[in-house]
Structures are given as C-alpha cells and as structure tokens.
C-alpha cells in the first residue's frame, strides 16, 4: 500500500498562504500530473511531501501513516527541476547513487548496485567515475533519477523535471520517467507547467491555481472536457494549439 | 560546388599524447616559470637593499670614529668597491654556492646564522597555522549552519564584529596583551623564550588568533553560500541526517575558497612572526633580524629577507598546487 495522500494542506511562508487547504491523491503506481502557472503553488506542495517546507494545516500521509521525516527507509525522494545544480559538484555519480542507497552489502555489492542503477536510465556505467561538470543536462537528470530510485522509494516527485533541458532531451527523459513506472510499478507525482508533457506521461491531472486545486480528474477528461475556466485558460495558452480536441 | 569536408590528421598519436600537451605538465612549467621570475625579483631587491640605504652601509656599521682604512679594508673585503655588475655577479654565485657572506657584528658565517635561527621561526609559524585551522574551520561552519538563510541574525551580528575586531588587532599587541593576561596576571605561562612547551602557547595563539578570525569569516560565509545550493535542498529532501549533509555536503564545497585565503593568511603569518618574535624574545629570524637592523648588519639582514621572501614564495606554489590537486574545476590550472 504506498498511496500518497494530501489531506487538507496549507503551507504558509509568513503572510503568504502558498498551498490553500489542498486535498489530493496519487494512488499505487499512478502518475498523476500537476499543472499550474508560476507560483501557483505546485512546487510547495512537493517540498512540504519531502519535509522541505513547513505545514500550517493539514496532513501528508503515504501509506496510510505520516511521510517518516528522518531514517530509514526513504519512501518518498524528489527529483528536481535543475540537474546542473541539483546533484554536489564535488561527488562522483557513484558516490551521489550511492549515498541514497539503503546501508549494508559489501563494496563489491554496492558498485553493482549503482552500475544497475546506471543502467536503469541508460546510463553507461562507465560514467560512474565522473563528476557532473562532465556530464550532459540529460545524462545529470538520469543521475538525479538514478539517484532518487537508490533509495528505492515507493514514490516519486518529480518536480519539472524536463523544463530546464532541450527539446530533444526532454523526449529521451520523458520516455525514461513512462519506462520506469511501469516496469517498477511506481507511483508519481509529475508537477510540468506545460500540458503536452502532463498529457504524455499521466493518467490522472490536478491543476493548480493561486495556491488551491481547482480542478482534478482523468488526464483525457480534463484536457479535452475542462470543467474550470482557469483549465480551459491554460489550454488555450499551449502554443500550437488549434483545437481543443486536437491529439498530439 | 559541392561541400567538402577535410578532416586533418592529428599530429601524434591520439592514444600517447605528448608529455606537453598533458595539463598537469603545462600547469607545473606555467608556475615554476613564475616562481623563477619571482625569486630574481627577490634577489635582486635584496642585493639592491645595501646599495640604496643611504650612506655607507660599512661605515655606519663601524661607527663614525672607526679609522678609514679600517673601513676601506672592511669594504674591500666585503667585496663592495668593485663595479656594481660585478657586485651583483659576486652575490649571485655567492647565493648559488650556499655563500650568504659574514655577519658584521659576529664574523661569524651568515648560512650559519640563519641555520641557527630558521628551525624556531619555522616551528612559529607552522603551530600557529595549524592552531588558526583548527580554530577557525569548525567555528566557522558552525556560525554558518547558525546563520544559514538568514536565520540568527544576532549570532551573526556577534560573530561577525568580534571577528573583524580582532583580526584587525595587530599580532604582537595581542601577544603584548596575552603576556600581559596570562603571564603576569594569572602567571599561568611563561612570559618569553621558548624552553619549555607551555612556552609556546602565548607566541602562537597571538599569532594564530588574528588568521584564525579572518578564515573563520570566510569558511563561514562560503558555508552560508553553498547551503543555499541546490544540492543541498536535494540531500535535505533525501532525509539524510543533519551531519551528513553538513560535513559530507556543505564542509568540502566550502572549504577550497577557505584554502586559498588561508594560504594567503600562512604567507602574512610568516612575515608577522617578526614583530612576535620580538615580543617574545623567541629565538627565530624575526628577532635576529630586528637586532641586524639595529646594529646594522646589512649581511645578515640581506639574507633574512630572502629567507622570508623565499618562504612566502613557497608558500604560495604549495597553495596553488594544493588547489589544482583538490579541486577538479579548478581554473588555475588553464592558461
């Protein structure tokens, strides 16, 4: 039982409210899409999950019981938005895998690990030895995801993940997140202010709007039947966009 | 016309590139090149010192009732009614042989003074850079976790004017006051010289202290900036625990900017152990030299300038390889 649950959430940064009273559920091995402007309080949301901001109200359970706040296991890990500043420079990728690995094994079996790891995301394990100055915006979000899976969380955040890499890279990663849900089951966050990407990868979108969840549903309903004029506002914005019927 | 495209052949084998084109090797010439421009800068100002004092350097030596052909015999012997060119010459070859000429005051071998004194001065200023590290690093990563994101701005307040007060006091006034505190107040330490160990702790923290508050400024506000980093937020959101993130993380991110103050910080070290030593009466250079001036013993003082010159010389191609070696993005190793 790995559910995500947000129940009534309100985080606060001193008179801003930035998350208002948000009620929302990422079911076991579900991916459900969160859109929203700038500062419509998606990212909050995902750094009050992983203790990264605090809650005025509400609760965040997984599994039925709170997010554990320190330890081990790590159920839950994020994936952020920057891979060139998201991973420390002064680690190799093994190292960085590493870290987040559940204690124990030998050396021999942790190195096989991360090289598993590695190669999870289509990652040369040859790449182990390096640090991430050497490494593509591409080959550093596989690390950040290898590095999130070492902990071998139930569920993933993952926070625009793609917004800061290339088109044609955002497609190879893109790709990946889909591969690696449904070969290990997991369940997902995917916060993207952008559709397209929401519309590829989740089955179930929540859209987000000055910090309050205005509409949620299956992906298909709610992109071709919006029932929020702030939905229908953000479909309208896809650039390229014709009709509202329109497949990609 | 259709587009060719020439692909050039490497000169060498890819596979064995020429010892030259390795960084490591361009690095080590590019920077031993320097030290040599440097250390002819500082010879030469050390020969021209005795030249452009005013006056004649032996007579004041002899003082004004010595007779003159005792002076003219004495600067013949020095070597100093020659042409300059040959001078200059004379001192170099002098340098090369290990020949730094004969002390005025005590006709004894100028290499034999400075071999007698070189060893206390050394130990000074190693103990004290060793003390201001060891001081200075944790202080200032825990003022940093303290006063990370704006948090405990009274800590910072505190800490960072005590800190810019006292490295702003001159190193033998703390010492002049920790004598003054501990030796002859609470008679805890002795007042100078260095026979016993407890006579080392005044000359080193008067030294260290001052070094230390500066390092400790700088590790904490390179603290303070690398926890605002991303990676941190992400070993934050991986639930490590508050030292992992902290010494694992934040500390070697934080310290190389640290490494290269305190580097600069050993050089200045080496200069002040003169006037602590003088406070001191501490058997080193910094005393020798203070009483070569005064008896005006231009030999002596020749060749404890270009012993300290030497050793801030060194201290800084140690730095700069120390920071190529640790820091891979270092950019001190690219032309």
């Known amino acids: 039982m790995s559910e995500l649950r947000f129940e009534d959430v309100t985080v606060r940064y001193g008179r801003t409210t930035a998350v208002d009273g948000v009620s929302l559920t990422v079911p076991e091995g579900a991916v459900v899409g969160l859109v929203g402007e ?28 709170p997010v554990p706040a320190r330890g081990r296991p790590r159920p839950l890990q994020m994936v952020f938005q920057d891979p060139y500043s998201s991973l420390d420079p002064r680690m190799t990728v093994a190292q960085s895998v ?42 550093r979000q596989r690390v950040a995801l290898a590095r999130a899976l070492a902990a071998r969380p139930r569920v993933i955040i993952a926070d625009e993940i793609t917004s800061a890499l290339d088109v044609s890279v955002q497609g190879a990663v893109l790709n ?42 299956p992906t298909t309903r709610v992109l071709t039947e919006p029932g929020h004029d702030f939905t229908r506002e953000l479909l309208a914005a896809v650039p390229g966009r014709t009709t509202r019927r329109s497949r990609p | ?28 010439v590019r920077r031993l090149r320097r030290l040599l421009v440097s250390l002819w800068v500082l010879v030469t100002a050390s020969f021209a ?13 002899l003082g004004p009732t010595a007779p003159a052909d005792l002076v003219a015999a004495r600067r013949h012997a020095l070597g100093l009614d020659g042409p300059i060119l040959v001078q200059y010459l004379h001192y170099l070859k002098g340098l090369v042989t290990g020949d730094l000429g004969t002390s005025l005051a005590s006709q004894l071998p100028v290499s034999d003074v400075v071999a007698q004194r070189l060893p206390a001065t050394l130990i000074l200023a190693g103990l004290a850079f060793l003390t201001a590290v060891v001081l200075a690093i944790p202080l200032g990563v825990v003022t940093g976790v303290l006063t990370r994101r704006g948090r405990g701005r009274r800590t910072e307040l505190a800490f960072t004017t005590t800190s810019i007060i006292v490295a702003t006091i001159p190193d033998f006034l703390i010492g002049v006051a920790l004598v003054y505190v501990f030796a002859i107040q609470l008679g805890w330490l002795p ?14 923290f008067s030294l260290a202290i001052g070094p230390a508050a500066i390092l400790a400024r700088i590790v904490r506000v390179e603290m303070v900036g690398v926890l605002e980093a991303d990676f941190i937020r992400t070993a934050r959101a991986k639930r490590l625990p508050a030292r992992a993130i902290y010494v694992g993380h934040a500390l070697p991110n934080a310290v190389t900017a640290a490494l290269t103050v305190g580097g600069l910080l050993l050089g200045a070290l080496v200069a002040g152990t003169v006037l602590v030593e ?31 010159g030497v050793g801030v010389l060194i201290v800084n191609l140690v730095v700069d390889v120390a920071i190529a070696l640790l820091d891979p993005r270092s950019k001190i190793r690219e032309d």
């Open chain 2, 49 to 61: 010192m005795i030249h452009l004092i005013p006056g004649d350097p032996v007579r004041g030596a």
């Open chain 2, 191 to 204: 007042v100078a010289g260095d026979a016993t160990a407890s006579a080392y702790v005044l000359p080193v």
């Open chain 1, 98 to 139: 590493a870290e987040a690995m559940p204690p124990g094994g030998s050396r021999a079996d942790r190195r096989a690990e991360v090289e598993r790891l590695l190669e999870l995301v289509h990652l040369n394990p040859v790449c182990a030895g390096a640090v991430p100055s050497r490494l593509s915006g591409g080959q």
């Open chain 2, 278 to 308: 003088n406070v001191f009466a501490w058997p080193g250079l910094g005393s020798t030299i203070v009483r070569s001036i005064i008896t005006k013993d231009y030999p002596v003082v020749q060749a404890i300038v270009l012993v300290y």
């Open chain 1, 38 to 65: 700038s500062g419509s309080g998606k990212s909050t949301l995902a750094r009050a999950a992983v203790g990264l901001a605090p809650l005025a109200g509400g609760r965040i359970t997984l599994g039925g019981a």
């Open chain 1, 176 to 217: 990946l997140v889909r591969e690696l849900q449904r070969e290990l089951g997991l369940a997902m966050l995917f916060i993207s202010h952008d559709l397209a990407v929401v519309r590829y990868v989740a089955s179930h979108v929540a859209v987000m709007r000055h910090g309050r969840l205005v509409e949620q549903g």
């Open chain 2, 1 to 28: 016309m259709p587009a060719t495209l020439t692909v050039p052949s490497p000169p060498v084998d890819p596979a064995r590139p020429r010892l030259w084109a390795l960084p490591s090797v361009r690095f080590g």
